[in-house]
């Protein structure tokens, strides 16, 4: 028994106040698309910036360095994972809440791929029933995307999917290097304000006042709130409990979804989305590929 787990009564139940946040960022984000026709890019600028600053002050005040002599995986790191956040926002803002939300929680198939085709790690029968079964899961959520005109979007956000198994994957050698997890994180928010911030200015903000505010903002407090549960939690937690508890975000993003945007979802995308979400579960017996998807230590 871990002592600090038996200090913290809440325990792996952090990981569900993570849950919590990472909808209500999901649903700022389908809201400001929404009501004010905000762009992915801006709201990538708004997700990462917020972190930016607040991971950079509070690393200034512990007397923290930035200096790396890695920051060419830094930099590489940080561009896969801003892409993919920005093909997983646009497919949720052009999706129904829960297909968007569950394409991007393909990471974690396209990790243990990248892991068999880059590092060439030997892949066991039970990971390879799992892929396969992630694989059936992919396809019949796709499919009602697909049928209904939707298939850019989808395939966008399955793009987001990879790269960020891509991301993750790269996590995991900077982690061997000895980099601190705080300095990965923060790397990835300045890099991703900065392409975000690049990017939208190159085809235009949207005005900035006192309606928007609040989902803008709320958008960057949710995701950062969310960021400092998880890695708590897989802190405190039991590793499999918490990642098993991960997946709330899929369950609570489908219903919100039904509830404030009036999605329509499919029995052939509910079960698209529980196979999903069941391999991912499966996935995370495996303890090498927990140590992969922690973005801190």
Known sequence: MNVQETRDPLGSGWMVIAAVCFTIMNFGIKAASVKFGFSSSEMVFWRMGFSAVFLGTMAKMQGKTFRTPYWKAHLSRSVSGTLGMFCIFYAIMHLPLATGVTLGYTSSIFLAILSFVVLREKISLYTFAVLILGFIGVVLLLNPSFQSGQEGAALVGLCGGLLAGWAYLQVRELSLLGEPGWRV?????????????????????????????????????????????????????????????????????????????????????????????????????????????????
């Open 185 to 297: 994180v923060f790397y990835l928010s300045l890099v991703g304000m900065v392409l975000a911030g690049i990017w939208t200015t190159i085809n235009g903000w949207h005005s900035f006042n006192w309606d928007t505010l609040p989902y803008l903002l709320g958008v960057g407090a949710s995701a950062l709130v969310a960021q400092l549960c998880m890695t708590y939690a897989y802190k405190v937690g039991q590793k499999f409990t918490v990642a098993s508890l991960s997946y709330l975000t899929v369950v609570f993003s489908s219903l919100g979804g039904v509830w404030l945007f009036g999605d329509k979802i499919s029995w052939q995308e509910v079960l698209g989305m529980g196979i999903i979400v069941v391999s991912g579960i499966l996935s995370s017996l495996n303890p090498s590929w927990l140590n992969k998807l922690k973005l801190f230590k």
